[in-house]
Structure formats: C-alpha cells, structure tokens
C-alpha cells in the first residue's frame, strides 16, 4: 500500500508549490499542534533536517522528519535520545575543588568529574564575580569568550549571540580569529580569487550537470556532508547527486573522485576513483600543472587577461627558480603514488572539455593546508573555465546546500549580538596590556601556554594575552582542538572555566562552573529552512518544557545581565514570543513586494513558508564577463597565481605561490613512517555534526562498536596486526592512546585508517597521557599551526600505530553525568 510520504515524493516540492501556492508550502502532517488521539504533533527545526515531534503527556513520544523533506537523514533518529540523554546537565554544578578556593584551587584535577550541585542564583553570582574579579584585575586581556561552534539552530536563541552581548555589556575580552573547520582555506583564498570561497555559493548544479563533461571530487564527499546544515537542512541537493549519478552510467558526465579512500558520494553516483598518498596533493597537482604547460593544454589567453603572476609560478614549476628541480610527473609519482602517466592523462581529461573541480574542507585542515587550495586555484585557472557553467573551481558544494539556486528572499535574522542600543559597557578599559585583542582560534592553547609571546598570522605579529578566564556556550574546545594531553596541561593556566551546555561533553567535565542550557527542542524560535537555497521560514516550536534545572541561553543571560543592571537593555523588555514575533515581522517586512509571507499568527499555525527557488547562477560569471568593472577582492583584482602581498611576509612555509614543503610527519614512506606508518584520517563524521549527537545513546548504539567509536581499516592492515573485525584496538602515537572498535573494509587503502572527529572524550582518569576510553582522533591528532599566514589547525597531519587492546578492557567514561560531591 502507498504511503503518504510516496506520494510526497512522487509529487515533488514543485507540484507541491503549484497545488499550494506560489509561497506557502504547509502539508498537511506538518500541521502544527494538530491533535490526535495519540497527542499532539509539533513542527520545529534541526541541523539534520526539519522535523514534526509526537508529544504526548509532556514528553516527545516520536520524531520524524517533516513529510516532504526529500531526502531526510537518519540521524533525526537520534534527536529524541539527545533530549533525554543520560549525559543531560541537570543542574548548575561547580568543581569540587574549585568552589571554594576559586583562583587558588588546584586545577591538576581537572577532568576529575567531581562537582557539587548549586542553585542558580548561586552559579551565576559566582559567574559574574569570577568576571569581575578578572577584568578588574586583569582588564579585558584576562578573559576569553571568543571561541565558537555548531550552535544549536534557531535564530532568536543563537548561545554565541547571547553570550557576547551580555559579557559585552560588562567589559572586554579577547576575540578569536578563523574557524576550525576552513582556517587555511578562508585565510588564503582571498589573497588569490579575493573571498574566502569556503562559505560562498556555489554555481547551480543543473548549470553543472548540463555543462561540465568531467566533474572531480577532489577529497571532498558532499553526500556524507550534506545530511547536515548551518540552519535547518533541506537536504535538496540530493536530487542532483541522483541526477548525476544517471548521467555518470548513461556516459554523459565522466566523475572522478582524487582520495584516498572510496568515499560514500563516489560509491552512490558511480564515479571513478584516484587514488592519491595521504597529504600529498600539491606534488600531484604540481606535475598536472607542468603537464598542462609543457603540452601546450592551458589557456594563455584567460591567464594574460584575467590572472597575475603565471611566470614566476611556472618558472618554480619548471626547475628555472628557488630549488631548481622540476615538477614533472616523474618527479611527483613517488611522493604521491599516481603513476606517471596516470597524472599526464588526467591533466588531459581535464583540459579536454569542461571540467568543474569540487574541493573539501579536509585537504586544508594539514600542515601547509593554504598550498593544495591555492595550486587548486591555479589548476583551474590553466583551464581557463572559471566562470563558465560547469566549468572552473568550488571550495563549498558539501555544505549547508550550496548548489541549489537561492531564492534571493530575506532570510530571519538573529538576537543582536552588538551593543547596537547605545548602551555603554559597564567597564569600558580597552587596555589589552600590550597584547593583542583577537588570536587565531587554533593557538589558543599555545597562547594560555606562552602568554606575552609572539607569534606571525596573516601579516601581523600576535602578542599573545594573558588568559586568566575562559567562557564558552555551544561550544566544545575538547572537540575542535587537537593534542588533548597537550590542552590538558594547558588549561590548568586558567584560574576559571565557564561552560554553558545541555550535556556534558568533556568541555564541561574540564570546566570550574557548568550552566544547564536547554536543547532547542525545549524553546520556541525561528530560523532559515535552507542556509544557502533560502527556501523558507520555519516555526521551531517548543516541544516540551526546559527539562531538570535548565534554561534558555535569552533566561540564562538576562539573569546574568541582572547581576550588573544590564537586564532591561539586553532584553529590550521582550520576551521570547516577542522576540520571535519581531524577527519574523522584520523578514516580513524586507520581502514584502517579492516574498509573500502570511502574518505571524498564520505563521505559527501552520509552522512553515515556503519559496520557490530562484534562477540558477554561475560563480564568478560576472568577473569573466569584465574583469575591470567586476574585479575580485585580491589586492589587484585580479586571480593572483602568485601573491606579491605573502611573497613580503617573508614566511618560510607560505611564499609568493604555492610549493611543496614536506611534512612534519607523513605516511607512505614520509617523516615518521617507520614508527607510525598508519595515517589516521579524522574527518567530518557521517552520523553526527561533528560531537553533536554522540550523546544520543540509542543512536549511537546502531553505530559503535563494543560501545566505541569505530575505526576503518584496511583487512590486510588488520591482518598484518591480528586484529579482527570488531576487535577493541588501541590506536596511539606519542602525543596519545584511545580505545576504538576495529570495523575492516576495502574502502580504505594499505596504511590509512579513520576515526570521524567529534567522538567524546572520555580518559580513565586525570593523569597525563591517560586512555581515552571512547575512540576520540584529537587524543593524538597534531597541534601545530598550518603555516605562519593562517595558524589554521593541522588535524589531517597525524600518523599511528594500531594494535589490540590486550587486558581487562575499561568502561567508557565519556558519557554520563558527574559525580556529584
């Protein structure tokens, strides 16, 4: 029998629009507290995808994903065991040794787990007068509440907005720069196409699909990625990707995918697979690149008129400059193990008709990360495609729906984070003491370790502050950073750490006072449906009351504001309807003429609005069509193949233009190897946003093993080590040890493991160098920044050895509350 969610998909969101109206989509199963004998059903919002809850005697009873979401993940699956996890932070808690000592506390049992429950007036006096205490004698160097994450969706409720305007409205503090996830990439890409590119829409997939002849994946698997998004994720690009995967078998598009491993995107769509050594892309691309040149295949007129510095780059190319060896294929084919004529027949598909060439995020997050996404740019520009429909480069087609032509309408904006009321700070001491008011956030730790030191990024020398104070909201330090015995040690400079969050990730367990935020499921808001499509506006409606003590991030720092009579200006005298109201009126308002948007009240009701997508666009089309009038942001305006501007930095390990520098450490034969000749691999992971949802117990059930993460690896490398599938492994180095469950599979190559980032923390005790007993990569992942330009994290450059864990094996210790003192 056909259900109704087959005949939503035999429809399609275009017949849907049609039979709806031009604007409002609301299907009938979406229908906001519609009563049933079984309770009410609930829409609201996820990064996984829209949803509608069954809510039945106050409690969620059931969470599907909202009825036309055309490709809806499995991980909604895990949002109620998130809700009610066990791993919930109940209370407002401080640690044991810490309350009563405070600054003087002994900080070495940190990660303890200890903590002694407190009433919310108590905990968010202590956190203003730890604040205080700070910035009176310290001054505005002395905090840091600069770090950021995947904040839970919903525009009213962003924690990070709320966190910086109510400390805002007391004081300074020291800012961040960059992010974990495209540090090197967003840092380089201006310099040479003039954005960061990362986080740009992209050109139109049906204007790729009927245009490029060679689509390459290049360490880049949008299928895994895409089930997630910044806002609430539609999921549309999916349709492309079986698009594609048709034109792929019918001999329309040739597809490459350049990765080590067989990626979940390739095996869907059929594509063709490169195999290429761990971290050694810019060798490969740069015998491409003398391929191209020396056979006559690149595009001499695009670069004449459209680029700058071709020369002194192919003189480094050709042997002519710098270290005199040229990059031929002969050269390159050892280092990154593609043979010779492997790399000079690609370079010729690809200059052979229109090639559209699709990076990932990971190629980036190594040492010496800017070069691969630079000599990409190159590579392109060779090509001459740039600008051209299903031609040219993409830094951002696997995120948050990049691809799917936008509908040009204004999207909900956020809780103001800026002190945008004319109200002046409580303390208003701009004095960072001679040292800097923002770092690069992945030398945070080298900061609290080398306070008053220097160090280069971007042009500018660093000073680094003298961090007494660390807040953070939304926010898991122990998931993004690397090198945790490392962070462990270093952390203990702080006299005090503030964690806002539901659960209690290893942030939390490391911190001095813990703040119970509710989920998102526990609040009403607003927020885009489609980050990047704009395809609507949706009703993220409070499922269920705030559970246990916890709060909203707008009660928690109204109440905080109250400590320093700031609450009347942070709040403006809304409430959270209010507020609510007012963001969507305000988007209203901005689309009234082109958008029609019911009034709030219908709005709410019916929990969702809908626009039709817009025209399909091409990146950087204007650009080619005239480069004076539509010049890029690079210092010239035009692609810049070689940087004068970063040749003046005089960096060792970022120069004029892109080069190969070896690693620090490298599988295959590279530095290391013959201790650690397995490169552990830590990207995006496929059933979580990065270390969201680990806490869901039930969900992570379907995907651990023995209860520990996995870790993927090659049956001949297992075998080699007399490991087995579903075997507990220790995976270690000498930064680090974690336990993992071993899952054996072809995907993976001789000598390349992975573990996905965002596996919790959990080490069996305080100790330095301690188990970690779940299977978390950053417990022996790399801290050293990429290069000087950036300080961007180098994660991906990690090798380890692996065995069987012989003994009595420990329980995990990553989930779970506290002990409570």
């Known amino acids: 029998m056909s259900t109704r969610r087959d005949f939503l998909k035999g429809t399609g969101a275009a017949g849907l629009s049609a039979l709806l109206g031009p604007s409002l989509l609301q299907p009938a199963a979406a229908r906001a507290e519609q009563l049933t004998s079984a309770g009410v059903w609930k829409t609201s919002g996820s990064h996984w995808g829209a949803i509608e809850a069954l809510v039945k005697g106050g409690q969620v009873a059931e969470v599907r994903p909202l009825a036309d979401d055309p490709h809806p993940t499995n991980m909604v699956n895990g949002i109620q065991g998130l809700i009610y996890s066990p ?59 600069g770090a950021t994450g995947w904040r839970q969706t919903g525009q009213f409720h962003s924690c990070i907005n709320h966190m910086n305007r109510a400390v805002s409205m007391y004081g300074g503090y020291v800012k961040k720069a960059g992010d974990y996830s495209t540090g090197a990439g967003q840092t380089i890409l201006p310099y040479v196409l003039g954005s960061t590119e990362v986080y740009s829409q992209g050109t139109s997939w049906p204007l790729i699909l009927d245009n490029a002849k060679t689509i390459v994946f290049w360490a880049n698997d949008p299928l895994k990625n895409l089930q997630v998004g910044w806002t609430c994720e539609t999921h549309e690009p999916f349709e492309y990707f079986d698009q594609l995967r048709d034109k792929i ?55 004449s008129v459209y680029t700058l510095g071709y020369e002194p780059f192919i003189a480094y190319v050709m042997g002519e400059a710098e270290d005199g060896v040229e990059k031929t294929p002969e050269w390159a084919a050892p280092i990154c193990g593609v043979p010779v004529d492997t790399i000079k027949e690609f370079a010729r598909l690809l200059a052979s008709d229109r090639t559209q060439l699709i990076f990932g995020w990971s190629v980036q997050r190594q040492q010496h990360g800017e070069q691969p996404y630079w000599m990409g740019a190159i590579i392109a520009a060779m090509l001459g495609q740039i600008g051209l429909p299903g031609g040219g480069i993409s830094y951002s087609h696997h995120y948050s729906g990049i691809g799917v032509a936008p509908s040009g309408a204004s999207m909900p904006g956020a809780f103001p984070l800026n002190l945008d009321i004319g109200v002046d700070p409580v303390r208003t001491d701009d004095n960072f003491m001679g040292a800097s008011s923002t770092i690069p956030v992945a030398r945070w730790i080298d900061c609290l370790m080398n306070p008053g030191g220097t160090v280069e990024h971007n042009g500018h020398t660093v000073t680094y502050p003298d961090i007494r104070m660390a807040i953070f909201t939304g926010c898991n330090p122990f998931h993004h950073h690397q090198d945790h015995n490392k962070m462990r040690v270093a952390i203990q400079k702080l006299e005090t750490i503030v964690a806002i969050d539901y659960a209690w990730t290893a942030t939390c367990r490391h911190a001095d006072l813990v703040l119970p935020a509710c989920t998102q499921f526990e609040r009403n808001d607003i927020d885009s449906y489609g980050s990047y499509s704009r395809s609507g ?22 109440l905080f504001c109250k400590r320093f009579d700031r609450e009347e200006e942070y709040t403006r005298g809304w409430d959270e309807m209010e507020w609510v109201k007012s963001l969507y009126e305000t988007t209203r308002s901005a689309n ?22 817009g025209e399909p666009w091409v990146r950087h089309a204007d650009f080619r069509d005239d480069p004076e009038i539509n010049a890029l942001g690079t210092p010239s305006g035009f692609i810049e193949i070689s940087s004068r501007t970063i040749g003046n930095y005089g960096y060792d390990d970022c120069g004029e233009h892109p ?18 000749p397995l490169w552990l691999q830590s990207c995006h992971p496929d059933q979580r946003l990065h270390s969201q949802m680990c806490e869901s117990d039930p969900y992570r059930a379907t995907y651990a093993v023995k209860d520990r993460e996995p870790v993927y690896v090659n049956p001949e490398d297992a075998a080699e080590r007399g490991i087995e599938d579903g075997d507990i492994v220790r995976v270690f180095n000498d930064r680090g040890q974690l336990l993992a469950g071993a899952v054996l599979s072809e995907d993976y190559p001789r000598g390349v493991i992975r573990i996905h980032e965002g596996a919790w923390y959990g080490p069996v005790d305080a100790s330095p160098n301690a188990l970690d007993t779940y299977g978390d990569p950053n417990t022996v992942t790399l801290d050293v920044g990429a290069s000087k330009l950036s300080q961007a994290t180098s994660a991906n450059t990690c090798i380890v050895e692996m065995e069987k864990f012989k003994g009595e094996v420990p329980q995990v210790t990553a989930f779970g509350g506290p002990t409570s003192i």
């Open 537 to 558: 506006v949706i009703a993220m409606k409070k499922l269920v009351d705030p559970l246990f003590h916890s709060k909203t991030d707008f009660e928690i720092f109204s």
């Open 87 to 145: 791993s919930r932070v109940r209370y407002p808690m401080a640690r044991a040794e810490w309350l009563d000592k405070r600054k003087d506390a002994d900080r070495t049992s940190r990660g303890d787990n200890r903590f002694v429950r407190l009433t919310w007036d108590e905990a968010l006096d202590l956190f203003f007068e730890e604040m205080e205490r700070v910035q009176v004698s310290h001054g505005p160097s002395g905090l840091y509440a």
């Open 659 to 676: 080069k190969w520098m070896e690693k620090i450490e490298r599988s295959h034969g590279g530095p290391g190897s013959e201790k650690f």
């Open 592 to 613: 009234e003429g082109s958008y029609e948007m019911p009034s709030f009240d219908e709005f709410w009701e019916k929990g969702i609005v809908r626009f039709e997508r």
């Open 249 to 303: 078998a019918s001999g329309e598009i040739r597809s490459i995918s350049v990765d080590p491993v067989r990626t979940k995107t390739q095996k869907h769509i059929g594509a063709e697979q490169l195999y290429i050594n761990p971290m050694t892309d810019v060798p490969f691309m740069l015998a491409l690149a003398h391929t191209l040149h020396t056979e006559g295949l690149h595009d001499q007129e695009f670069l």
